[in-house]
């Protein structure tokens, strides 16, 4: 599981790093991104389906960050900022989910309980933040574009500190 958690750490970091140094924080910016986090939640999700841990719920978040992968690559062509802004709600609102059932199939107290509880909370602020951005600001591409990147850099850090912690 450590290998996995230290891709995904990987992709989101580099995500926001990506964010961060763009000078341009439009739809475009955000679907490349999103791609790449997608990128490697997937690869992350494909090796542990191609080791037979978790398979079926490991299948589902494969499915869906493979689909999410090639609808953010789509958008990226069409340059569709109205579509980017979904995506923006369907990420964590999806992800935060494959965390709280992580949580709930997890033994009480272990490690992987808490980290999956921490994830899930990350995920569900940046829905909140997005949204708060939305409706006090309008439909603003820079506040939600600058909210993914700094969504992805404390999911890099988080999840960069639990693939590096000793216990399992």
Same mark, same amino acid.
């Given at each position: $599981?450590? /290998? ?9 970091? /580099?995500?926001? %790093? @990506?964010?961060?140094?763009? =000078?341009?924080?439009?739809?475009? %910016?955000?679907?490349?991104? +999103?791609?790449?986090? *997608? ?6 999700? *494909?090796? +542990? ?22 609808? #953010?690559?789509?958008?990226? /062509? =069409?340059?569709? =900022?109205?579509?980017?802004?979904? +995506? $923006? ?14 949580? @709930? ?37 820079? *506040? ?19 693939? *590096?912690?000793?216990? #399992?």
């Amino acid at each position: $599981m450590r /290998i996995t958690q230290a891709i995904q750490a990987a992709a989101a970091i /580099i995500t926001g %790093i @990506f964010i961060t140094f763009s =000078q341009i924080h439009d739809a475009l %910016i955000g679907n490349i991104g +999103l791609v790449i986090l *997608a990128t490697g939640f997937a690869i992350s999700s *494909a090796i +542990l389906v191609a080791k037979n841990e978790a398979r079926t719920s490991n299948i589902i978040k494969l499915v869906f960050y493979a689909a999410l992968l090639i609808f #953010a690559i789509v958008l990226i /062509i =069409q340059l569709d =900022q109205l579509w980017f802004f979904g +995506l $923006m709600f369907i990420w964590p609102f999806v992800n935060g989910f494959f965390e709280v059932g992580k949580l @709930f199939t997890s033994k009480p107290g272990s490690v992987s309980r808490k980290d999956s509880a921490l994830n899930a909370f990350i995920n569900f602020g940046l829905i909140v933040a997005v949204s708060i951005s939305g409706f006090v600001s309008g439909i603003d591409p820079v *506040a939600f574009v600058g909210f993914f990147g700094a969504y992805a850099i404390i999911l890099g850090v988080h999840l960069g500190i639990s693939s *590096a912690s000793p216990k #399992a």
